[in-house]
């Protein structure tokens, strides 16, 4: 792993600087942007900070910030709301479908059966 930083103030005050020039010129940020701006080979040379214990705090809220500007983007009309929705999508993992967990499909088909039992004692 690369040790571009050596502190979690460093990586956060490069940040800063990242975040500071993508608004000064109106343009949003991006995972891509932010590991290019701070000479990382790639976004998984700067994603794999997040398992240090030192820079996974910055990480995420520097993550946490890209989600919420991304967010904020959905009701400008000057951004394409595909693109910020594909954003959302491959970078911050949101999805259009709700994804039914184990716990779930364990309360729909204990109230599946209810109905089964109550259909055959109607008969």
């Known amino acids: 792993m ?3 930083y050596k502190k ?3 990586l956060e005050k490069k940040a ?3 975040f500071a ?8 940020c991006s995972i891509a942007g932010i590991s290019y701006y701070m000479g990382f080979a790639d ?3 700067f994603l794999d ?18 989600e919420s500007q991304a967010i904020d983007m959905l009701t400008d009309k000057s951004y394409a709301t595909t693109g910020v929705i594909f954003n959302l999508k491959c970078s911050f993992g949101y999805s259009d479908k709700q994804v039914a967990g184990k716990d779930d499909m364990a309360e729909l088909m ?14």
């Open 21 to 28: 020039i993508q608004e000064e010129q109106n343009k949003p």
């Open 8 to 10: 979690a103030k460093d």
């Open 2 to 4: 690369n040790r571009k």
């Open 16 to 18: 800063e600087e990242y």
């Open 49 to 66: 900070l997040e398992k240090m214990a030192e820079f996974a705090p910055v990480i995420n809220r520097i993550k946490l910030r890209m």
């Open 43 to 45: 976004k998984s040379e």
């Open 110 to 123: 204990q109230n599946a059966r209810k109905l089964i039992d109550e259909a055959q004692s109607d008969e």
